[in-house]
């Protein structure tokens, strides 16, 4: 039971923003799932934090920064029942080794520091022309 306290779920649309040719960032929603215990967002803490790995068929990151803004809720880094938090990746600076282009299939692992991890996998189209593109 306590495994699942913590988790998170997706809300919206997992967006990658590209240069053309390769995903420069990626833009997650999250919330609580019901009857979800509080996860800190914070990604300055040095324990007890959230902590996000990318994993593609070339390379494994398993400590990503990333950034928080709180959409809904009351302006702090710990995510509670009824907030909404957007999880920016800038993928250019914080993994430049990470080339994610056209039809890759790459993994996101958000992992609390307790209750499940949100794993998130998904392939990019065929073609990365468009500036955002909503991987949905």
Known sequence: LQKTRGSMELTGGILATSNGTQVTDFTIGVTLAAGGDNVNLDA???SNRTVISYIDTAVTDNN???TTTEVVGDNDSLLE????AQIDIDMATECPTCIVSENDTFVLEVKPPSGSYLVIQRTLPAS???TVINLN
């Open 64 to 66: 990503i920064v990333y």
């Open 81 to 84: 029942q009824g907030e909404l």
């Open 128 to 130: 990365m022309s468009q």
């Open 44 to 46: 300055t803490d040095t």
